[in-house]
């Protein structure tokens, strides 16, 4: 009898010893622990050094059933995966290495849980099997972290009248120490850790669909929690000219979805380097491979858009303003600087109603104008307008031969917020319309599923110029190492009145940046939008044809990038190719520093090399730049001097 119970004894501790599983990267530096005990935790190492604490998954649906009752018999499978991703509109690179061990662990309670681990990040996502459909009641997604680490965070700053998950995902980045960050502040990713030894860690999502975008709060443990909007029971719309629709009753579920599905990857971004950042796109391999099949018709570059300096043209013979003429001069502005498409933003309908055009324009002059002159025409609707004339819309799009169409102010990432994303998506592509979301979230690999939505807002951008102080530099500098790891973002550069921090003022009509003219140049090339807009002033542009020539011919997509140096929050220098020409692109926080560029990455011979830097007196004046060429070799350093607020930027074509 004694044995009898010593053998129960040992079975039963076996029965409930936590198992373990270890996956380690391609390269070997990461490494990945999950243990399956009461809870499912993950643990990743870099080079034997603890990155993050064991951190719990879970997921508890509305019926009862929860991913981590099924821990105690589960089936694990491991694989090597390798292949090369070719991206049709390549914001970073055209050629994209996936390279990553998986580790699937298959529960018998019809839930999963797909690790991978590639040498820049670890990514996992829940997987279900259920026959019927199921209601998500919670997702548990702990990002838990030793030591103290800073946090670079953008916080929801609550709308009037509207619960707290409402935002149009523009906010600047607060810094703090983790555990300074508590569960009343809630923020949207990808933001980033920055450790006092180890590597920096961003933390952001891919392959959004059908679900709740992920938010973050903070925790009393050294933890980050992921936090989701509920499903929208009621909505509204607001009474303002910019009408959106806003949820006033909220479920005690996140999603109702079907049962048998991937839900989206949770992301962590592992970077030894600063410089390792602004060139991921581990965002963009997770995604879903793209659902269009033909995408010649998707074709990037540059526009004109009036909207930021209110269409406030000078030296015209006529009123300028959102009217046939203003768009004319744009359309003539466009074709000699070469720019592809113009802009017409919002004012050339009524916001309600697509089809009440303002009376000031004549569509069929303006479409036939710019047909003759050999420019597209793009425009910019209201999200909830385009929802509801969605077809006839679109078909009208299609008969001014529109090719690209911008929608706004949806400010939400709740269940249907995000079905909205796709409903949108799936409609252009039927009509072969590219599109680009505003008052939107982040792309979170988007751009991969849909080529032609081109980029995203979801980012605090030029037009804050209007009427804040909140387009810093130092904010500028921040968006390559932390937004832009989700995927391309319409910031909107190139205006021509720039002012120091000292002299900047937000001046209604006539816009100016926190930044020399230099580093509104080099925009275009540090910050990745397939569809790049000029925001300044035309009028301005005018006066200056060298300046304008060399801005309206930087491309929009890249065959391979290169991150030449970097140190976050100060500075930036990005390399980027474009058939056989390279561009390099510099930008500064507000402090003066000087840096040496190597050019060792050029193929052998000599370059044409055109150059625009801070002018002599860009630190009082910014404005100032200075225009210049040279012949340069793999074997040539560049110096570069870079005003507060500064930047350098330089074309370098093969002789």
């Known amino acids: 009898m004694r044995l009898l119970y010593y053998l129960l004894a040992i079975i039963s501790t076996v029965s409930q010893a936590a198992v373990v599983r270890e996956i380690s990267s391609p390269d070997q530096s990461i490494r990945l622990t999950v243990h399956l005990e009461t809870k499912l935790t993950y643990s990743i ?3 034997n050094a603890l990155l993050v604490a064991p951190s719990e998954i879970d997921m508890l649906l509305s019926s009862g059933n929860r991913l981590s009752d099924g821990l105690a018999k589960p089936k694990f499978t491991q694989k090597f995966h390798q292949e090369t ?12 290495p996936d390279v990553y061990q998986e580790l699937k662990i298959e529960l018998p309670n019809a839930f999963a849980v797909h690790f991978r681990v590639y040498n820049d990040g670890v990514a996992y996502r829940i997987v279900t099997s259920f026959k019927d459909d199921i209601e998500v009641k919670s997702e548990t997604a702990t990002f838990r972290f030793p030591g103290n680490p800073l946090t670079y965070f953008p916080e929801v700053i609550p709308s009037s009248g509207l619960d707290k998950y409402h935002t149009s995902f523009e906010e600047p980045y607060t810094l703090k120490r983790l555990d300074s960050i508590s569960d009343k502040n809630l ?22 669909e059908d679900y709740p975008g992920m938010f973050l709060t903070g925790s009393q443990h050294n933890a980050l929690v992921g936090n989701f909007a509920p499903y929208p029971l009621a909505e509204a719309v607001t009474d303002d000219q910019y009408a959106q629709k806003y949820v006033t009753e909220r479920a005690a579920f996140l999603a109702k979805t079907k049962g048998n599905r991937n839900f989206p990857w949770r992301v962590l971004i592992i970077a030894p380097e600063d410089k390792d950042l602004p060139a991921n796109d581990l965002v963009y391999r997770l995604a879903s491979p793209s659902r269009v099949s033909d995408v010649s018709w998707v074709k990037p570059g540059k526009a004109t858009d009036e ?3 209110s269409s406030n043209i000078f030296n015209v013979p006529f009123k300028s303003g959102i009217n046939t003429e203003t768009y004319k001069y744009y359309i003539d502005f466009a074709k000699k600087y070469g720019f592809e498409r113009i802009m017409m933003d919002a004012g050339w309908s009524d916001t309600h109603d697509l089809f009440k055009i303002n009376p000031d324009i004549n569509m069929d002059e303006i479409v036939a104008y710019a047909k003759n002159r050999g420019i597209g025409i793009s425009m910019w609707t209201l999200a909830l307008t385009l929802e509801k ?17 911008m929608t706004d102010f949806i400010n939400r990432d709740d269940q249907k917020a995000v079905q909205f994303f796709f409903k949108i998506a799936e409609a252009c592509a039927r009509h072969k319309l590219m599109v680009m979301f505003h008052g939107a979230f982040k792309p979170a690999g988007f751009n991969r599923t849909f080529p032609h939505a081109i980029a995203r807002e979801a980012v605090l951008g030029s037009e804050y110029n209007m009427w804040s102080e909140k387009a810093t530099p130092e904010h500028n500098l921040l968006l390559p190492f932390i937004r832009m790891l989700s995927g391309p973002m319409d910031y909107e550069p190139g205006l021509l009145t720039n002012a120091t921090p000292k002299t900047f003022r937000a001046v209604g009509e006539n816009v100016m940046s926190m930044t020399t003219r230099a580093q509104q140049l080099a925009m275009y090339i540090v910050y990745e939008s397939p569809i790049q807009f000029f ?43 474009n058939g056989n020409d390279w561009y390099i692109g510099a930008i500064n926080d507000a402090t003066p520093r000087n840096l040496s560029i190597s050019l060792d990455f050029l193929e052998q ?5 055109t150059i625009c830097e801070d002018g002599m007196n860009a630190d009082r004046y910014a404005a100032d730049y200075r225009l210049s060429s040279q012949t340069v070799t793999r074997q040539t350093r560049l110096p570069v001097q870079l005003a507060p607020g500064g930047g350098y930027v330089i074309k370098l074509t093969k002789n």
């Not at 991703?85 to 994209?96: F, G, L, M, Q, W």
């Not at 933001?191 to 180890?198: A, N």
């Not at 309206?552 to 929050?569: E, F, K, M, Q, S």
């Open 605 to 609: 011979g000599s370059y044409s090399a």
């Open 307 to 309: 909207w930021v300096i």
């Open 45 to 47: 190492y870099y080079k």
């Open 85 to 96: 991703i070719i991206s049709p509109v390549p914001e970073k690179r055209r050629n994209i």
């Open 187 to 208: 923020f949207f990713t990808p933001i980033l850790l920055s450790p006092d030894v180890e590597p920096k860690i961003a933390i952001t999502e891919s392959d959004l």
């Open 389 to 405: 004339q969605l077809e006839p819309a679109l078909d009208q799009f299609n008969k001014w031969d529109v090719d690209f169409i």
């Open 535 to 577: 925001t300044g002033n035309p009028s301005q542009g005018h006066t200056e044809p060298d300046f304008m020539k060399l801005l309206g011919g930087i491309p929009t997509v890249w065959d391979t990038t290169r991150i030449l140096d970097a140190r976050l929050g100060d500075y930036l220098v990005t390399a980027r190719k």
